[in-house]
């Protein structure tokens, strides 16, 4: 019966997932097909740019069927969506004079790890001080993270990233912007390559982990504060429930509830600061590139990069959504 | 009856005054006890005085501002701040000055550098002559707030020059007016959409509401710096200061809907059959005259609160997407744009007064983030105090 349930539960949103990231598609198709002129005017002059050679306007129309360019917009999306789904396909990079499959490369590696250290670091930073600043109320640590959450909110990710730079420039000597050391750059993959990135993943973790910490110690403090004030909590300390036991057996379980149900949030906010983070902190990864395509007008690098992203984003709400209801077994039955 | 009056000519002083209170309390409209329970929040106050100053500065910036923001000082490139001062090695002054400067050569790189002249001592003053601007672009003024005589022979930086030679503090009140603004319009943008596409689900509900949900998850679900960059690099670029000015204001404003669409949506479900909605209904009101006249009233002040919150992701949008490049464009100045000059670890070393436009930054989002939490806790004025 219970399996039912949460096999029914699953399909729900495995279903609502797909239908968003259908209407994401669309979206970041319209958002490709925003700047004016089209891939063939910018292939066109990029190619012939300085050669001498008089570009007409009957070749950039044969480029353009060449490509299947002149089709009506529609058929035009189904080609590019199709291509990804049936043959991991995003088209192809101008600027690189390649395919956006190899542009990208092992870039969506270093990003999920980047994200990944990110996430991580939120949460074993800020479910237990969240937890702490609740119990101890009102007490000056209490009040010092509030301020902290306050700036945490306030200042420019890209700022920061700077000031973090400055300091560990100063204290850790000059190799540290970047994911790798200038040995390991343009090496093959190895244990000592990854070795090398864990060392420098740690200031961009920092950086995009600052404000998600920021807003989730608030709302690990918020539910702890509700929860600690629950008969349940006064019933186990009148058993005689020690206290620290008590702590995490009641009203911690379910502060973690809201932490689980934003993962897909903090993963959106991490990816909306990372093209600027990534500039200031000089990382090789898909936020770089994807500012990068935006400049060049490389749309379809910039198309495949924004879906992704959002994919991920999607995925993870998902994710959340499955993990909240088998932390919470409410949850599902009321969905 | 006489015993009545004689009862009323007992009552003390004090009470009397406690019976003035309340009678004022209970007969204050909704907004004046907000107002009232606003006040009593310091740090909102604060917070609501340092905007705005930020404000005024920004509207009079051609007053405010000693010199134009893009006027160069070819004399004082790179120039450190020069902090007016009452006392030097010569003694002290009732006037704050500045000390002159003098060009000497760098010891080691023989490069041509600035270095404060002890000799020399120029006062500040105020209302002086200088540049001939129009204020707020129709008002001939050639006076501003402080500077220099006119008859010093250089100018004063308080926050020092950029590459260029500009004058770091006008620049930043220049900015302060742009980046205030364009989260100005891009709030209403977004409120006039949010008011629109929440009114229209919140109130009619059903399949409307659904295919609005939808949508707006899925405006939600994009991360929003990498959607306002692929929208603002499709902007043409020869388009004009102005035109690129107003785009990435509709910009923001069209993506900044959601989370106000929602509250107002939510809202609306919840008191769309109260019986005073459904008696409007009854008597033939029209729903955009039974959304605006009788169920906004009743939120209007949580709209406000979450109206004053969305200003700091405008501003940081804006700051961030000129930062990149791909926002406003020198020889527009906003933060970002200001900012983009102290992108490398090299201008924190070397030119950190650069980084001064980055202060306004923090201070105008701490700012709208402290008022809406004033706000939003004298939002419903007949809730228990504390």
Not at chain 1, 288 to 309: C, H, Q, S, T
Not at chain 2, 6 to 15: C, K, N, P, T, V
Not at chain 2, 117 to 130: A, C, L, S
């Amino acid at each position: 019966m219970g399996d039912t349930i949460l096999l029914r539960f699953t399909l729900e949103r495995f279903v609502g997932m797909v239908i968003t990231m259908a209407l994401v598609s669309v979206m970041v198709f319209l958002i490709m097909e925003l700047p004016p002129g089209d891939y063939a005017d910018r292939y066109a002059f990029r190619k012939y740019s300085g050669t001498g050679v008089n570009v007409t306007e009957a070749d950039i129309e044969a480029i353009r069927r060449d490509l299947g360019l002149d089709k009506p917009m529609v058929l035009r999306y189904f080609d590019w969506i199709g291509g990804i789904v049936l043959h991991w396909d995003f088209g192809q990079a101008f600027a690189f004079e390649t395919s956006v499959t190899k542009v990208i490369g092992d870039k969506v590696w270093l990003t999920a790890g980047i994200l990944f250290a990110t996430l991580l670091l939120t949460y074993i930073v800020s479910i237990p001080i969240g937890i702490f600043a609740a119990v101890r109320r009102g007490s000056a640590v209490d009040y010092g993270l509030t301020v902290f959450s306050y700036l945490g909110l306030a200042l420019p990710n890209f700022l920061l990233a700077l000031v973090m730079l400055y300091f560990a420039n100063r204290w850790f000597g000059a190799d540290i912007g970047g994911l790798f050391s200038a040995q390991y750059r343009d090496a093959p993959w190895s244990a000592a390559k990854v070795w090398d990135m864990m060392k420098h993943l740690w200031l961009p973790a920092v950086v995009l982990a600052w404000s998600a910490v920021a807003y989730q110690i608030q709302t690990v403090r918020a539910t702890m504060s509700d929860e600690l004030n629950k008969l349940s909590v006064t019933a186990a300390r009148a058993r005689g429930v020690p206290e620290t036991k008590l702590l995490i057996k009641y009203p911690a379980r379910l502060a973690i509830n809201p932490v689980v149900s934003t993962i897909g949030f903090d993963v959106n906010r991490i990816f909306s600061e990372l093209p600027i983070v990534a500039v200031v902190l000089g990382l090789t990864e898909l936020g770089e590139l994807l500012l990068k395509a935006y400049l060049d007008l490389d749309m379809n690098v910039a198309g495949a990069i924004l879906l992704m992203l959002t994919f991920a984003i999607v995925f993870m709400n998902f994710f959340s959504d499955l993990l909240l209801a088998w932390l919470d077994p409410r949850i599902k039955l009321g969905a | 009856m006489i015993d009545a009056t004689h009862q009323i000519d007992d009552l003390s002083a004090a009470e009397e005054k406690e019976r003035e209170r309340q009678l004022k309390y209970y007969s204050a409209s909704q907004w004046t006890l907000i107002w009232w329970r606003f006040r009593r929040h310091r740090a909102a106050m604060i917070a609501a005085s340092l905007l705005g100053l930020m404000a005024l500065a920004g509207i009079f910036a051609e007053f405010v501002a000693p010199y134009g923001p893009v006027s160069r000082d070819t004399k004082y490139i790179e120039g450190a701040p020069q902090m007016p001062r009452f006392c030097d090695a010569a003694g002290c002054s009732m006037v704050p000055f500045i000390n002159g400067t003098k060009t000497e050569r760098d010891p080691v790189t023989l490069r041509a550098i600035s270095v404060p002249d002890p000799e020399v001592r120029h006062y500040i003053q105020f209302f002086v002559k200088g540049e001939r601007v129009k204020l707020l672009g129709f008002i001939p003024i050639d006076r501003h707030l402080i500077g220099l005589s006119p008859d010093a022979d250089q100018k004063i930086h308080f926050w020092g020059t950029d590459d260029l030679g500009r004058d770091v503090f006008s620049r930043t009140i220049y900015a302060t007016r742009t980046s205030l603004s364009i989260g100005v319009i891009g709030v209403l943008i977004s409120f006039v959409l949010a008011l629109i596409i929440g009114g229209v689900a919140g109130y009619f509900g059903g399949i409307i509401d659904n295919v609005i949900q939808r949508v707006t998850e899925v405006i939600r679900v994009v991360p929003i710096i990498p959607l306002y960059m692929g929208l603002a690099a499709a902007m043409p670029k020869e388009w004009s200061t102005t035109q690129v000015y107003f785009a990435m204001t509709l910009i923001l404003g069209l993506f900044g809907w959601p989370t106000l669409a929602r509250r107002i949506r939510s809202q609306l479900l919840s008191i769309r059959n109260e019986d005073y909605v459904v008696a409007a209904r009854l008597a033939g009101a029209r729903p955009g005259r039974i959304i605006a006249q009788h169920m906004l009233p009743s939120f209007t002040s949580f709209i406000i609160v979450d109206l004053v919150i969305s200003f700091p992701y405008m501003i940081l949008s804006e700051t961030a997407l000129s930062f990149v490049g791909l926002g406003l464009r020198p020889p527009s100045v906003s933060w970002g744009v200001l900012l983009q000059q102290a992108q490398s670890v090299r201008a924190i070393e070397q030119t950190p007064w650069l980084f001064i436009p980055a202060v306004f930054v923090v201070v105008a989002v701490l700012a709208f983030t402290v008022i809406g939490d004033g706000l939003r806790d004298a939002a419903d004025p007949y809730s228990e105090a504390h």
